[in-house]
């Protein structure tokens, strides 16, 4: 099982408030990323990061920020919520790893914040 | 292009039951090939990581193949439960990247029946 909580689980909101979600892990992973998901639809990853101070954007375009000031803490934030930021949205950090002589990152997955935005 | 392209998009069996889903795809260069669950609400949780030098590794009553060649995976799901019921996520990773991108398949939704 791995140790990475995300907060709220659900969350409703109003449009224009700024909200942010929480993502943390206890795995001293240095990787960690946010993905955005709608149903039945496939994860696309909007932020990433390969360690503190280090943040990227990803595939998918987002009006989303992020910030990384410690190892364990990613916390993602929109500055004015909006309905088309209505999604599911996941936190993984990954670690190292060897399979067959080929480095892999094992992602481990958060479960996620359902966000609602009325 | 790099994609991953899962069927049967759902699919409805009866407890006890086995089935078969399947993935293909055109990630370059290949690492490795995931397959995650996903319960509905939850993150995705994953049943095994397969490299192209392995043609099959089992977790339980899941069994995946690989085929590296035709790139083609499935997932045998054997004597299924209702607790099967659930999204599972063809991933494959690209080792061209230094990120470790991971490409995600749209799922295939299983529902168990009793």
């Known amino acids: 099982e791995a140790d990475i909580y995300q907060t709220p689980r659900y969350l409703v909101i109003g449009t224009g408030k700024k909200i942010t979600l929480e993502c943390s892990q206890t795995m001293g992973h240095d990787k960690m990323y946010w993905y955005q998901q709608d149903p039945g639809m496939e994860l696309h990853l909007i932020h990433y990061s390969y360690g503190v101070n280090s943040t990227e954007k990803g595939d998918l375009s987002s009006e989303s920020t992020v910030s990384r000031i410690r190892t364990e803490h990613f916390p993602l934030t929109l500055e004015s919520a909006r309905p088309s930021h209505t999604s599911q949205y996941l936190c993984?950090?990954?670690?190292?790893?060897?399979?067959?002589?080929?480095?892999?990152?094992?992602?481990?997955f958060g479960p996620g914040t359902r966000l609602t935005v009325l | 292009k790099n994609q991953v392209e899962q069927s049967p998009q759902s699919l409805i069996i009866l407890e006890g039951k086995n089935c078969t889903l399947q993935?293909?795809?055109?990630?370059?260069?290949?690492?490795?090939l995931r397959w995650y669950k996903q319960d509905t609400g939850r993150g995705p949780v994953s049943l095994t990581i397969?490299?192209?030098?392995?043609n099959t590794k089992s977790n339980g009553r899941y069994t995946a193949t690989l085929d590296a060649d035709t790139k083609q995976s499935s997932l045998h799901i054997t004597a299924s439960q209702l607790s099967d019921s659930a999204s599972y996520i063809c991933?494959?990773?690209?080792?061209?990247?230094?990120?470790?991108?991971?490409?995600f398949g749209r799922g295939t939704q299983l529902t168990v029946w009793p």
């Open positions: 993984a950090s990954s670690s190292p790893g060897l399979a067959g002589g080929l480095q892999y990152n094992e992602q481990f």
């Open positions: 993935c293909n795809y055109t990630v370059s260069p290949f690492s490795n």
């Open positions: 991933v494959v990773f690209d080792r061209g990247s230094t990120l470790g991108r991971l490409y």
């Open positions: 397969m490299t192209f030098s392995e």
